[in-house]
């Protein structure tokens, strides 16, 4: 649940206080929080994708044969290991710049929290009148 922008304001305000009272404290959090110059990760690319579903498939199959012989057993030993080096390289692969679409998708959830904060400071006058 993303914030409003009110209580996005009121948590950078701290956020200042806390770094200009204790500039000691304040950067060992950022550091050890990841609040830095770092670019945030996890982006689903095709080729993770593929080793994931290679790896579901030789897991699975493996499962599915271990009557037959021991080795698909391995076989499916195998595919878990794909299958989790293709999430960790999902969660590794740095997420770059928005696409077009992504960028439009923003904009637009930007004008509806700009319109719902509206309506939201509406809806307090009302009561607040009262």
Known sequence: MALSEQEQKLLREIEESLLADDPKFGSTVASSAGYGAEQPTGKLTIRSFAIIVLG???LIGGVALATQSIWF???SIVGFVVMFAGGMW???TPNESASPAQETRQGSQAQ???MSSRMEENFRRRFEDR
């Open 56 to 58: 579901l498939l030789l």
């Open 73 to 75: 057993v391995i076989i």
């Open 90 to 92: 999902a969660l590794q």
């Open 112 to 114: 509806r929290n700009g």
